[in-house]
């Protein structure tokens, strides 16, 4: 069965350091994967996505993610995290396997030290 | 910018009630999706609709009704409501399938079953 894996439940950031969120999926046919951020109280917002080409792709806020075939990953990174960036992660995969329904990981929490 | 509204968002029902969460788009979406996230899980879906008049159930539609009768609404139905349905619901909508876009989400309905 399709499966998506985010290891880290929570993961504890100062601000300015960076930040790497890890996402690991089982799947066999081509994947489309992307990653939403839920800030509290809020509806999930999609920060970016990969369908095809260029492995690393470029988010809104800042936010990259590279996808990795061989590691069946798509970790998402971000450079210099702000206090702003307090939310909740959430990566998602489609395929054909799953009938173009997404598939989500359960999530990880950041949160940030001033 | 509307974007996708439901209501309501706070709910205390007892157990064997039976409630309409109300969900309307202005985006002019075709697919329109509900969700439950609970703790320490990923969302799953609850039932979709690819347009008005088609409905299908996802992975966990059981104690739960929909309908679309316009492109704009897509409410869900809970008959006898019960503890385990206890989760906060996610309405979300898509131009079209999930692998050539992205989808918008409301705000969440939180609901609790007592």
């Known amino acids: 069965a399709q499966s998506v894996t985010q290891p880290d439940i929570h993961i504890t950031v100062s601000e300015g350091a960076s930040l790497e969120l890890r996402c690991n999926y089982s799947?066999?046919?081509?994947?489309?994967l992307f990653w939403y951020v839920q800030s509290p109280g809020q509806g999930l917002q999609l920060l970016l996505k990969y369908f095809s080409g260029d492995t690393l792709v470029q988010g809104i806020k800042g936010f990259e993610a590279e996808f990795k075939r061989s590691q069946s990953s798509f970790n998402l990174r971000k450079p210099s995290v702000h206090w702003s960036d307090a939310a909740e992660y959430f990566c998602a995969v489609t395929s054909l396997d799953s009938n173009y329904q997404l598939i989500w990981g359960a999530g990880t929490k950041l949160i940030i030290k001033p | 910018n509307a974007g996708v509204t439901q209501t309501p968002k706070f709910r205390i029902l007892k157990i064997g009630q039976s409630m309409t969460l109300q969900c309307t788009q202005d985006?002019?979406?075709?697919?329109m999706y509900w969700y439950r996230q609970d703790p320490g899980m990923g969302l799953k879906l609850i039932y979709y609709?690819?347009?008005?008049?088609?409905?299908d159930k996802g992975e966990v539609p059981n104690g739960y009704n929909v309908s679309r009768s316009t492109t704009e609404d897509f409410p869900l139905r809970l008959e006898l409501a019960a503890p385990s349905q206890t989760s906060v619901y996610f309405c979300?909508?898509?131009?079209?399938?999930?692998?050539?876009?992205?989808?918008?989400f409301g705000e969440g309905s939180r609901l609790t079953v007592l």
């Open positions: 985006m002019n979406h075709n697919y």
């Open positions: 799947y066999g046919a081509t994947p489309y």
């Open positions: 609709s690819v347009g008005a008049g088609i409905t």
């Open positions: 979300a909508s898509s131009l079209g399938r999930v692998d050539t876009g992205e989808l918008f």
